[in-house]
């Protein structure tokens, strides 16, 4: 197998990684705060239409940005629905993934006369080069050549994450959260706002890691771009056991399974099955390391269960 | 200290929770409708004009209404496949791949077995339908007994790797032989693996015309709906599943395995969404072709929801969005408004009918939890 294209498919997962991590670092806040959200699905799908109108408007930036606020306000009405009116957080989020699809066929057909897709050419951010790594031999440096600035922006981001998570008073309380509500309550804590920050930065990193998709990956926006990774990307982090470091390493193996079937088709063994059996492995992948991990992880303590407390609070 | 002489209770405890539900399920459609009628107004359209034009297009003529059954025939059995799998506290969102999956083993059927007599040929595509949505379903099911792996993400990718196999399968075993043929497509299935028109079956001709396929799976799904209900109320297996539903710890030191009870209900699901396809398969299309029906399996979720996870709440939904759907139509003919409005739409009467549900669900808990109370003042008093 050529090292070119060994080069070329790490660079295509390194942008699959970017979005299954930005999604998944989204999950992790708000399942941290003890509110499951299976919604992550519909906002990416909302973040790439957003993205890619704002994307068409105002230039590459406003996309982005776009993406992450129509994200942040549409996870309102799942944090609403779970911790306001203590709706089951499957349930909410199941309806999330539900109205987002009707609601992306509605907003393409506002912002581009197609209900499935916009023109292609949405303007991006540019492409860089990351110094030294671009300069590996043997075809290895074209990985990191030609590369969103936003990939560099999700690694670097795992900082500011665990200094949050870990760190501060806003991380801890958060976290306390989804451990034990009644013990945050007691300690004169209110539980509700914790998890409406958690469900709005889930929203938020989710319609951003959209738009990256529509503005950065495909300058374009399509019906269905999303392709389930909203769900790799929970799977990323239950493989993650929601630690951002280990939720990086299960990114990682998805993103990278996802380019297999892109661009190393030709390799040895697999170029013997045929092309739609190359494009099951992502999702093979996932269904093993699910199966084979959950078992010996540990989710936070109150997920997925209403705080019962006076009002949610 | 409460009134002394407690009011008799004048109604029975059952009436309270359905009276609930249905005032619930009345507000969340006013609601919805005055959302979409503001959303609607902002087009500087008429919301009476257009909630009259869904009306209308579905109910103005017999073909109209036809047609509405049509569009609520796969959405009962989605509705009901995803329904099962909730009342033991388990979500199938797999729905959608199980029915693709359907569609390839009830084509290969259809393909296959017509040297079958004629009576056993239908039955025997049904069966490869339902056998196809029963293996994919029980792939997550066995993950999520055997490893705890959850059933949303797992079944999930069994949808992303059930559409590379549909592909897979009209490329290579499927693929009709006739020549010069540019769609990809199955062979044509004989007359006796489609499933028989219901109009023409019963003499209504000349009121419904052949381009509407309503058949007999419409029948067939109320049929459905009839024995779901009877499984979930009227068996052991039922009230296992309901048990486990309500709270898988008490269901297991009850002595009911918990793991056992959601693997059979999850085939179940599985095999009632076999039938998710069949009607554009073997009432419309009479091959396997490009063109088949996505989302079917999601829509099915609403329906589920809408319908309070009831086989009769369900057929009442399924038609519901069948009216939507068929509205749309209406839409473009009528007014200048986008037909993805009704979708919208769609959607908020979804968010609001779960969130009523959950309101009226707690407003009762609270009343019944005073009512014991009361009973439990009087008896400290007597």
């Known amino acids: ?313 | 200290m409460t009134t002394a002489t407690a009011p008799v209770r004048a109604r029975p405890a059952w009436m309270d929770v359905v009276g609930t539900q249905v005032l619930a399920l009345i507000a969340a459609l006013v609601f919805a409708g005055l959302v979409g009628g503001i959303i609607i107004a902002l087009y500087d359209e008429s919301p009476l004009t257009v909630y009259g034009t869904v009306w209308d297009f579905s109910t103005a003529r017999s073909q109209d209404f036809a047609r509405v059954l049509e569009n609520a025939t796969p959405l009962i059995y989605s509705g009901l496949a995803v329904a099962v799998a909730f009342k033991a506290g388990m979500f199938n969102i797999g729905v959608e791949g199980q029915y693709l999956v359907a569609m390839v083993t009830a084509t290969t059927a259809a393909v296959g077995l017509d040297f079958l007599p004629a009576p056993l040929h239908l039955p025997a595509v049904l069966l490869a339908a339902v056998a196809g949505g029963v293996v994919w379903a029980a792939i997550p099911a066995i993950l999520k007994v055997r490893t705890g792996a959850h059933e949303v993400v797992t079944t999930i990718m069994m949808n992303g790797i059930a559409i590379s196999l549909l592909a897979w399968a009209l490329l290579n075993p499927l693929r009709t032989s006739e020549r010069g043929l540019v769609d990809l497509r199955s062979d044509r299935f004989a007359d006796s693996a489609l499933m028989p028109s219901l109009p023409s079956s019963l003499g209504l001709e000349d009121a419904i015309p052949a381009s509407v396929h309503l058949t007999w799976l419409f029948p067939l799904a109320l049929v459905a709906c009839v024995a779901v209900w009877v499984v979930l109320f009227r068996t052991r297996l039922g009230y296992e599943v309901r048990a486990v539903g309500s709270s898988a710890g008490s269901a297991e030191t009850g002595g009911i395995s918990v793991g056992g009870t959601q693997l059979k209900i999850f085939l179940i699901s599985g095999a009632l969404a076999g039938f998710v396809g069949l009607n554009h398969l073997l009432g419309e299309a009479g091959f396997l072709g490009q063109n088949y029906e996505t989302g079917l399996g999601f829509a099915g979720i609403a329906v589920a929801f809408l319908g309070r996870n009831h086989p009769a709440g369900i057929a009442v939904a399924a038609v519901l969005l069948g009216m939507l759907a068929r509205g749309q139509d209406g839409l473009a003919v009528t007014t200048d408004l986008p037909r993805e409005i009704l979708i919208i739409l769609e959607g908020l009467l979804i968010l609001s009918v779960v969130i009523a549900y959950e309101i009226a669900r707690r407003v009762a808990l609270r009343r019944r939890q005073r009512e014991v109370r009361a009973e439990e003042d009087r008896d400290a008093a007597a």
């Open chain 1, 1 to 313: 197998m050529p090292l070119l294209d060994l080069g070329a498919a790490i660079a295509i997962g390194l942008s699959y990684f970017t979005i299954i991590y930005l999604t998944g670092l989204g999950g992790l806040f708000s399942e941290r705060s003890g509110i499951v959200n299976i919604g992550l699905e519909g906002l990416m799908v909302i973040g790439t239409v957003m993205g890619a109108w704002g994307g068409v408007r105002w230039g590459p930036v406003a996309g982005l940005l776009i993406g992450a606020v129509a994200g942040l306000l549409f996870s309102l009405v799942h944090a609403l629905a779970t911790v306001t009116f203590r709706v089951d957080h499957i349930v909410s989020g199941v309806v999330i993934n539900v109205v987002a699809v009707g609601m992306a066929r509605f907003l393409s057909t506002q912002f581009f006369g197609s209900a499935t897709q916009s023109t292609s050419g949405v303007p991006d951010l540019g492409k860089i080069d990351v110094p030294l790594l671009s300069a590996l031999p043997a075809g290895l440096g074209r990985a990191f050549e030609n590369l969103s600035p936003v990939v560099l922006v999700a690694f670097a981001l795992t900082f500011p994450v665990v200094f949050i998570l870990r760190r501060t008073r806003f991380g801890l309380r958060l976290r306390s959260a989804g451990e034990n509500p009644e013990a945050t309550r007691a300690l004169g804590v209110r539980v509700a706002p914790l998890r409406y920050a958690g469900v709005a930065i889930s929203g938020t990193l989710a319609g951003f890691s959209g738009a990256f998709l529509s503005v950065e990956v495909n300058q374009l926006y399509q019906e269905g771009q999303t392709q389930g990774l909203g769900f790799i990307a929970l799977a990323a982090l239950i493989l993650g056991n929601w630690s951002p470091t280990r939720l990086m390493l299960g990114a990682l193996l998805f993103g990278f399974a996802q380019a297999v079937p892109l661009r190393l088709d030709d390799a040895p063994v697999l170029s013997l099955l045929p092309e739609q059996f190359i494009r099951m492995i992502p999702y093979v992948v996932t269904i093993v390391a699910i199966a084979g991990f959950v078992g010996r992880v540990h989710p936070p303590a109150a997920v997925g269960k209403a705080y019962e407390g006076a009002g949610g609070a």
